[in-house]
């Protein structure tokens, strides 16, 4: 093996035309980019307000962005495969199965997590701090973090383009396909790697938003106050948390199938081809809902605002909401019925599946009746939200359709199927994104993006999305299946020919979007949004100023109803007056940190060398990532402080900018067909309503603000970060689980070789346990002795756990060792694949654990009892306690089970 | 702000303005032609499975369209009839919750569920694929292995087997039992109804018959790889009298199916034309499925390992 492992020239495809040339353009442009920024000395500008900005209104444009840039990419391998399968009647088509097989599966793979998650997860960063009316999420550093591993994930699908070869098992690698023996190139490790990787950034997303919509919101918005968009995006990140963690074990176990020659989901020694798909749907679908529920809160808010009502039945909503949430986790098997399950279990599945139907009908009709009794204006995000509701339910009919399972039983793997998801995911996710994106444009940067182009892209979007897929559907039901790299049957080419006509609409459709954005950005000036309130919106992102400050709002808002902007507003028309000037406070906000971009630059480094087995490599990427860790660890500076009179003064420009739309909008209810009201979609009428009795102006613009006492708001930091930690060891236990479950499922496939009984040495384990339940209980200790800041006995009570620790790890690979010297390695059997892996995880946390005890043993000598030290021997504490209870569990179920069988 | 009159905008506004109704009628048309026209598809069924299949299918279409059909005509009226150009609809800010339109738009979709729940679980039982087709003659036995990248058909009472071709009587119950000599397929025959996965290690089963004598195409649904464009096959359906002759005189001549034979049709090959075996080895197909005999060997590796770029193929 060479010191660049299996890289060699021959990685770069010189005789293939298709990728080099694109390659190239690519790799030219990205030069073009950087060359520009270098040499036009924005670089610093570069780094200091973005890269290292933990600001999240600036990720959530980077992250909408990278979900942009993704979603062109695979819109071009959308256009190379319709293409394809035109010129492939009869004939081999221009792209060979080879090349082909890439380009399917990079489409799924870059469309689902590189595009649409960047954009959805994108929207949730921009708009969801600013709807709950706080300053940002809990954790803006590790927001910093997700979004730079998501681009890793991105980046390294994107080499895979000229260096090597991506995957060409599908977006899903089914094994046994996806093993060595059939795909032995580099393709599926650099899937592998993009997602292991990219999936702890969407993991941390999850965490964030958790703790951030459960924890922070403005003083005064219960849960029942939260805009739809909250609540959504509560429930796509509880998923992410509940899901995330699945798929990183079964893509865990995928590599070590690959890496190692394990037995997880191989053809040899009792390996289980169906566990993977099983265990990766159940990840799956759960996705598909964190996609899409987001969509929904997008356009409850869009429909809400351009109808100019509440959105209708909103507690209803919210149930809808969370009832779609639970029930996703119970439909995973409709995606194989016919792998062969009997008809109970399939009939369930299936009946599960259509049960999703009713709390998504139930959104639909409360769309219906927020539009019914409004005032309707037709700006372009208005337009996609009409445009999903009548595509979407094409695409829910498809989709219970093929919950019927002997439809699918017919329909299973055809064009149908491929219509169906394209159906509900570009209707809602897609159309979500630009609707959303075209909503919050004006928030982020101040001015609107030009209606003539959206409105083109949008009906171009629409005309080009029946126009493929309809035909698609049309090719289904007459039997043709997916994948397909060329095909004889006459009856389907007509359909296939109508289907590329429509993507070449979808292509123009594109090239709208682009013209859109670079004709706003030309006249930004005439698109200027002076009031921060450019759509007459209804929650309190529109009541700060556009773009919003670094700190959103001067002063916490005091929520008093289900749609508190508008409130405010409505009682400022009323009153004819703005709320009384509040006194203004400076403001601690987080400093800006370079920590994401360097974690995921040497993850970029650590994934690419996995995936060429350049180990050394391996080793300096993992290094270099624990001492990024240590230096954060020590940071002393957090937050820098915005004064008070620089708070002062950005609030009265904002203050004096709606103090003359104010002045403009009372001109306009004498009678002039004032155009400012009307370009601000409010007429005297609208304004007017429910305030019938006039109130003095001082009373009704009171208690507006938040005083700090006694109205709740934002949790201590103590308690974020405790919450925060808590949903991380939520998310291990539920990864734990993925692993429990296939031990479960292969503990008895021992392949004859050695099963529990022959191997473990139940006097070593049973000295390990007391090792680890008493380290358990002298890390309870420290945290005892911390609460009395005796430095000397919390680094005793510390180092006495970390020995116990190190006593539990030496006694435990004292015993691996020997039963690997019996010829028990985990390459023997399925069985001793996944004991290995289990018990080989949980001492992998314990291990991490001993390298962060050290590290805060030091931090604690050091510094003292800070409160940032404080918080972190918390969580210390929570982990550490977390890997005894599973260990109780793995005792149990690997080792009693395993000796007692 | 006053916009200049340009292109993009004549065309945002057509389209808003004329094409909206115009655009909803040629989807449906399009549908509906797509639903009807199909002739040689899954809603072309040759089978009392596939019919069984497509007459759920469409019942359950139609069940939703009673739905959906109302649902999009009731939005786009009120998204044009709530227009804020529009002065005589009537502006209510209020109407934000109703006790009838609740109960209205949960109970439309539960009893739809409700009723399709039925369909499914009876749908399930009723098609479930390893149940015998009720029957008045007794079923042909055929066994199926998937192979990289070919389909070979094991008739074990003729002991007799075909590659990329399958040729059954009309008229009589067909039992499928399936396995996969490499990675996962599924064998699917569009007219005829159920598909099922083959996997390795493992055998499905299914029951089909072809009613009418016919000619059928039939395929894998599952990728499996650079050969899978060409996994498909020909289910040649004939009247009961002219099979027993095809297997008469297929039994006189043609290659021998032995353990030497199989092991080379392990190697992956694409575009296999079809072939008869005179004989095939007893008991092949149950050695497969316990793996007496090894499975396929995936790529040919050119001694050196895996191969780090198995894409120069032209």
Not at chain 1, 409 to 427: D, E, G, K, R, Y
Not at chain 1, 688 to 715: C, F, K, L, N, Q
Not at chain 2, 99 to 125: C, D, K, Q, S, Y
Not at chain 2, 158 to 167: D, F, H, R, T
Request: net charge neutral; aromatic share 12%; charged share 10%.
């Amino acid at each position: 093996m060479s010191i660049l492992g299996k890289l060699t020239w021959d990685a770069i495809p010189w005789d293939q035309p298709i990728p080099l040339i694109a390659g190239s353009v690519v790799i030219a442009a990205v030069l073009a980019v950087v060359a520009w920024v270098v040499l036009t000395g924005r670089l610093p500008y570069l780094w200091r307000e973005w890269i290292t900005s933990v600001d999240h209104k600036r990720i959530g444009v980077m992250y909408c962005l990278l979900g942009l840039l993704m979603l062109l990419r695979g819109f071009i391998d959308a256009i190379m495969m319709r293409l394809q399968q035109v010129l492939a009647f009869h004939a081999p088509g221009y792209l060979p199965p080879e090349h082909y097989d890439q380009i399917f599966s990079a489409h799924g793979t870059i469309m689902i997590f590189f595009a649409a998650m960047p954009l959805v997860i994108g929207l949730m960063n921009f708009a969801v701090p600013l709807q709950l009316g706080v300053r940002d999420v809990a954790f803006p550093t590790l927001n910093s973090t997700s979004l730079w591993l998501t681009a890793t994930g991105a980046l390294l699908v994107n080499i895979s383009l000229v260096v090597g070869e991506f995957s060409r098992a599908g977006w899903l690698p089914y094994p046994p396909l996806s093993e060595i023996p059939y795909t032995p190139g580099v393709g599926v490790d650099y899937y592998l790697w993009s997602l292991l990787i990219s999936g702890v950034g969407t993991l941390l997303t999850g965490i964030n938003f958790v703790t951030t919509i459960l924890k922070t919101r403005a003083p005064g918005m219960s849960y029942l106050r939260m805009p739809m968009f909250c609540w959504t995006a509560l429930a796509s990140n509880l998923l992410i948390i509940a899901a995330f963690p699945i798929l990183t074990a079964t893509l865990a176990m995928l590599a070590l199938d690959r890496y190692l020659g394990f037995h997880f989901f191989t053809n040899e020694a009792g390996g289980n081809m169906m566990m993977f798909i099983n265990l990766i749907w159940a990840w799956g679908h759960p996705e598909v809902y964190i996609l899409v529920l987001p969509a929904f809160g997008i356009f409850s808010e869009v429909i809400s605002t351009f109808s100019g009502k509440p959105l209708f039945n909103y507690r209803s909503m919210v149930a809808a909401t969370m009832g779609i949430c639970l029930v996703s986790f119970l439909v995973w098997l409709h995606h194989f019925f016919t792998m062969g399950a009997g008809p109970d279990v399939n009939a369930l599945f299936g009946i599960a599946s259509a049960v999703i139907a009713i709390p998504t009908g139930v959104k639909v009709y409360n769309w219906l009746f927020t539009m019914y009794g409004g005032r309707i204006r037709f700006a372009t995000p208005m337009m996609w939200a009409v445009g999903f509701i009548v595509t979407f339910v094409i695409g829910g009919m498809t989709g219970v359709l093929l919950a019927t399972v002997p439809a699918d039983f017919q329909l299973h793997n055809s064009l149908f199927l491929v219509a169906h998801f394209h159906n509900v995911i570009i209707a809602s996710v897609l159309f979500a994104s630009f609707a959303g994106l075209t909503y919050w444009f004006p928030k982020a940067f101040g001015f609107s993006l030009d209606e003539g182009w959206g409105k083109a892209a949008f009906w171009l979007t629409l005309i080009g999305f029946y126009a493929v897929f309809i035909p698609l559907y049309a090719a289904g039901l007459l039997g043709m299946t997916r994948r397909l790299q060329h095909f004889d049957l006459p009856i389907w080419q007509p359909w296939i020919r109508i289907a590329a006509i429509g993507i070449l609409i979808m292509g123009v459709a594109a090239l709208c979007q682009v013209a859109q954005l670079l004709v706003s950005i030309r006249r930004r000036h005439e698109l200027r949004d002076m009031t921060g309130d450019p759509w007459d919106g209804r929650s309190l992102e529109w009541a700060t100023a556009s773009p919003p400050p670094a700190f959103n709002f001067a002063v916490l808002f005091n929520v008093r109803g289900e749609e508190p902007y508008w409130t405010i507003k409505r009682r400022a028309i009323a009153a004819q007056r703005l709320p009384v000037e509040p006194r203004y406070e400076a403001i601690e906000m987080p400093a800006n940190s370079p920590i994401g971009f360097i974690v995921a630059f040497f993850a970029t480094i650590t994934g690419f060398a996995m995936i060429w087995h350049i180990w050394w490599l391996v080793g300096v990427g993992l290094a270099a990532a624990y001492v990024v860790f240590v230096w954060f660890a020590w940071r002393d500076v957090e937050e820098y402080r915005i004064p008070a009179e620089e708070v002062a003064r950005i609030d009265r420009a904002r203050r004096q900018a709606r103090a003359e739309w104010l002045a403009e909008l009372s001109g306009s209810e004498t009678g002039v067909s004032g155009t400012g009201a009307t370009a601000l979609g409010l007429d005297a009428r609208a304004a007017g309503h429910g305030a019938d009795t006039p109130i003095a102006g001082d009373v009704a613009m009171a208690g507006i603000y938040a005083t700090g006492h006694g109205e709740g708001g934002p949790a201590s930091k103590r308690v974020i970060v405790g919450y925060g930690f808590w949903l991380f060891l939520v998310s291990d236990i539920i990864m734990f689980s993925a692993f429990f479950a296939a031990h479960a499922v292969l503990q008895t496939a021992t392949a004859g070789g050695p099963s529990g009984r022959e191997l473990f040495n139940l006097p070593s384990i049973a000295l390990q346990t007391g090792c680890l339940l008493a380290s358990s209980f002298t890390c309870g200790l420290s945290a005892v002795a911390t609460d009395t800041k005796s430095q000397a006995w919390t680094q005793l009570s510390l180092l006495i756990t970390g020995l116990l620790g190190l006593a539990f790890l030496t006694l435990e690979v004292r015993d691996f060792s020997a039963m690997v010297a019996q010829g028990a390695e985990p390459q023997r059997s399925a069985f001793l694949s996944s004991t290995f892996t289990l018990v080989g995880c949980h001492g992998a946390h314990v291990s991490a654990g001993l390298l962060w005890l050290a590290t805060m043993m030091a931090q604690v000598f050091v510094k003292g009892f800070r409160p940032n030290i404080l918080r972190r021997l918390l969580c210390f504490n929570l982990f550490w306690h977390v890997l005894d209870i599973i260990w109780v569990a793995l005792f149990t179920v690997v080792y009693l089970v395993g000796v007692l069988r | 702000m006053q916009l200049k009159r340009r292109p993009v905008d004549w065309f945002a506004h057509f389209m808003s303005e004329r094409l909206k109704f115009l655009l909803a009628a040629a989807t449906f048309a399009l549908l509906g032609l797509a639903l009807g026209g199909c002739s040689g598809g899954v809603l072309d069924p040759q089978g009392p499975v596939g019919a069984a299949n497509a007459k759920i299918l469409l019942n359950a279409s139609e069940a939703m369209l009673v739905i959906v059909v109302p649902t999009i005509i009731a939005t786009l009226l009120f998204a044009w009839w709530f227009r804020a150009s529009n002065g005589r609809a009537r502006y209510q800010p209020d109407f934000v919750y109703s006790g009838r339109v609740e109960l209205v738009v949960w109970a439309i979709p539960i009893l739809t569920v409700n009723f399709l729940g039925g369909v499914i679980w009876m749908g399930a039982h009723d098609l479930d694929p390893y149940r015998p087709i009720a029957g008045h003659k007794d079923p042909l036995e055929v066994q199926v292995v998937s192979l990289d990248w070919k389909w070979l058909f094991i008739y074990p009472d003729a002991g007799i087997a075909s590659l990329n071709e399958l040729i059954v009587p009309a008229g009589v119950p067909l039992r499928f039992s399936l396995t996969s000599a490499a990675v996962m397929n599924m064998f699917f025959v569009p007219q005829l109804g159920t598909m099922i996965a083959t996997m390795p290690g493992m055998v499905t089963q299914l029951n089909l018959e072809a009613s009418h004598a016919g000619d059928f195409y039939g395929a894998s649904s599952q990728f499996s790889g650079d050969g899978f464009s060409d996994m498909h096959f020909i289910l040649h359906a004939v009247p009961a009298h002219d099979f027993a002759l095809w297997v008469a005189k297929s039994q006189e001549a043609g290659p021998w199916l032995d353990r030497a034979g199989y092991l080379a049709l392990l190697h992956q090959s694409q575009n296999v034309s079809p072939v008869t075996y005179q004989s095939v080895e007893p008991g092949l197909f149950e050695d497969i499925v316990t793996g007496r005999v090894p499975l396929g060997p995936g790529p040919d590796s050119e001694g050196s390992g895996p191969s780090v770029r198995s894409r120069g193929a032209k």
